[in-house]
């Protein structure tokens, strides 16, 4: 532990900087706050020693969830050090050094295993309409004998034959033969899910073209299958050459082949460090800001996911026609693609349970390689890809764009993308379910997903409503160019620049009123419930005395206008989450969520951050919130030196 | 059937555009317009002309301070054809003094009070450039009139929206800055807003660009970031806030022009007013701003909103400033959803009749223009009148309005500041959803409401019954 100061683009503190085996801890020194920001180790994502100043060595922390966090420390020797144990500790080689299996919500071992059944697939299989007529659940993969990325549960058409599903897998990268992941029980129409063939320049297999036949029969409204290869095209020639490649329509009768292409996690990952760079800027113009994000492709890169999603979606829903989806393994862009279409067909992933069951199908079950695309143990950085976050992302922009149509809201998103690597809970472990199972993750750690249903009240969308209209169905998204629908997540991106978000916000606000709408039906109901307990007795008593009442009680009524208009909202009564929440969590850099004491209650990272007075922003754009500052003190950068001399004069 | 009527006026509008694209900018074609045969199919209940005016405006000053009068000096529009009949001036300056200032300042805009900010009592002031010209002229009565806003031993800001480089370019055509040796209380800071065609071509380049029918995600992103759009409304909303940081942080009153002080002065002094000011972010308050700060100060809504983005020939006067000044109010509002009596529906209907409107409102240039000349008073109807009956209000009210009585701190940070997409792309998507979602939110509240009110009956009759049983029981 050792003296140093954090400086944040706004302000800059001096506190002592805490290194335990989990967390990066630094505890403000102003009495009055000891403000305290937790930092998972498991959170860092890169550490970067800067040249040493006058005030100190520079240490920058960067965080998988967005966070910046820049370190001053006054000797070089003690800078080294952090920064050496800080690499290790960022940097765990083996599971059992995660977060997860020493950190423990005081929940039993009872509370532990219902965690853990909250999210069942077989339930989910079952409320697709499977097993039916058409599909079965298949065994061939128990012990993962086939498989060892695939789940043991799959749904395979019903004529699929072990022999040529065995066949088939031969024939396929790492063996993930053609599975179900969604069916669409309108009419039959599925989403099917697997590698690449490989088919090199010539090569087939018999049994997997039985295999596309069987996912083609087992829809009988449509007489051929969409193959969709979500690889630009070029990429997909190149893996031929490498003994891969992809389905030829002339081997595999009744098929309709189509490239969609979506770049691969190398460009991905540069893309996404492309985006943080132009959100990492100090005061940025609009044109830095805008090129940057054009130049990173990371919307474009987002269109083309979406784009992908649509395709299938309208090819189930509005064709009837069944579709293949692959990639190059089936783990990535494909887990993307399947989910996407999912969402759009079924208004249930649109639900907060439904999408957690979205993300355990399509994602954790399907063999996403969690472990490695998110740097949970130290690997092969080049395996590091924001593949799930540009699913999130999708989700987000879909929100946006029908704002009434998801049961959750954003900060259930973020919240997600912040366990996706924070490792507090099991569900996000290794490469697939076998080795999840293989190192007993139900029983040594906890499910998010009971983290998550338990503060539902948090998550929830104000403007859901089961019976409304977007809440039905498929989603239609425009057929239309429509490049300026996907937008820059600033929630995201920027989500620990509290000065950039909105300062109020809706949902929180609404979700308030809606608090009190209950409350007050509450109430309702009890007084009237009163009200003819007395009506009944003054009955009772004598019918003179209730004639004596009735003008008085009909003047009562006639002065109840009034009575409105002078009561103008007692808010501050009734809702208690509104007001008092506001300015206690607007706390600017009140960095990490999720330590112990704050799981009870939700993560405050998201709540509204009202006490506009406090949150002045800085002229210079990266907004110093905090209204003790005064303006001259750091304002001067943006402006013509003409001013800035007087303002620090 | 007004609506008809209105839309059936939109088309002849543009025919008559098609036709004869200059007959119409003059000024003995404006009385041939809409406005002066559009007779209203509802009851005026307030006469919009009589809402905001100058003498009530000034009472909600007086109150506070007795530093200010007003002045009749400019009741011929003599000193100034640009500045409405009556306006605020420090108490200690008379009318000769002001007349004499006038010829020191461009267009006769010599400083007046633009807003008083209660809290501290500093103010904001507006004016036209000053006539130094290359000699360096000066006028003892301008500083004297600029400093008498002062109090003792204070500092104030001139906040010039040119450039430094353009300011000094003035001075060759007549114009210039003040000189700090002759204003010594005062400091001047520079911050560029760009005028006229630069704006123009912007929102030309903008709309060409929300309109490219092409699949391609990147062309849409350059073409929104060449058109520079977003860079003049973070420029402006960045002067606004530097102003009002001026006014309620340092404790500093500030002079606000740039060349003519009809366009970007007028964006910066009315935003700094929806940053300090609770009640310009209500409807009604709103409304008085852009009486005061627009229609009255000058802005020559008729050169500057005459054909929007979709002008053949490049007008020269043709500029989208006020649309700038709505964006700006937007990006607030986007970022205070709960700080605003009124909506964005509420913009984008001030936005629709300042470019094309059955009322007399954001007709002719200045206040002489539509007071004497066209005598839009008497011949035409007032937006406002149409505007604040109840039934069109409840259109425009935010159902999020919690009044705040806070100074409200926008950012400015590029990812703070989207595309207006109601304004831009509001006939290139379907809105539906989103419109949906609005409702969703008002019944949200509504229902709310609703709620309150029966609880507050039954609780009161409750009580009646209550204390009746009571009387009863006792004897």
Redesign the interface.
Known sequence: LEHIHRVSPKKAALGTLYLTATHVIFVENSPDTRKETWILHSQISTIEKQATTATGCPLLIRCKNFQIIQLIIPQERDCHDVYISLIRLARPVKYEELYCFSFNPMLDKEEREQGWVLIDLSEEYKRMGLPNHYWQLSDVNRDYRVCDSYPTELYVPRSATAHIIVGSSKFRSRRRFPVLSYYYKDNHASICRSSQPLSGFSARCLEDEQMLQAIRKANPGSDFVYVVDTRPKLNAMANRAAGKGYENEDNYSNIKFQFIGIENIHVMRNSLQKMLEVCELKSPSMSDFLWGLENSGWLRHIKAIMDAGIFIAKAVSEEGVSVLVHCSDGWDRTAQVCSVASLLLDPHYRTLKGFMVLIEKDWISFGHKFNHRYGNLDGDPKEISPVIDQFIECVWQLMEQFPCAFEFNERFLIHIQHHIYSCQFGNFLCNSQKERRELKIQERTYSLWAHLWKNRADYLNPLFRADHSQTQGTLHLPTAPCNFMYKFWSGMYNRFEKGMQPRQSVTDYLMAVKEETQQLEEELEALEERLEKIQKVQLNCTKVKSKQSEPSKHSGFSTSDNSIANTPQDYSGNMKSFPSRSPSQGDEDSALILTQDNLKSSDPDLSANSDQESGVEDLSCRSPSGGEHAPSEDSGKDRDSDEAVFLTA | MEEMCFQLWVFLFCLSFLFAPQALSTLDSITLMYPFFYRPMFEVIEDGWHSFLPEQEFELYSSATSEWRLSYVNTEFAVCPSYPPIVTVPKSIDDEALRKVATFRHGGRFPVLSYYHKKNGMVIMRSGQPLTGTNGRRCKEDEKLINATLRAGKRG?IIDTR??NVAQQARAKGGGFEQEAHYPQW?????SIERYHTLQESLIKLVEA?N???????????K??AS?W??H??EIL?AA??AA??ID??GASILIHGTEGTDSTLQVTSLAQIILEPRSRTIRGFEALIEREWLQAGHPFQQRCAQSAYCNTKQKWEAPVFLLFLDCVWQIL??????FEFNENFLIMLFEHAYASQFGTFLGNNESESRCKLKLQQKTMSLWSWVNQPGELSKFTNP?F?A?N??????????????W?GIF?RW???SK??D??YE??VN??E???E????????????A???T??GM?ESP
């Open positions: 800001y450039s430094l400091r001047r800071i520079h911050k929300c490219d029918q092409t699949h391609n995600m990147d062309r849409w992103l350059s929104l970031e520079n977003l860079t409304i973070k960045t806030c530097l940081q001026c942080r340092e986007r970022q205070f959803p709960c700080s999020l919690e705040n806070l100074v409200i701190w926008p950012s400015v940070a590029p990812q703070s500041l989207p595309l997409e792309l290139n998507r379907s959803y989103l949906e979602a969703e939110m949200i509240i229902y709310n409401k709620l309150q009110a029966k609880v507050n009956i039954l609780r009161r009759q409750l009646e019954l209550e009746e049983d009863q």
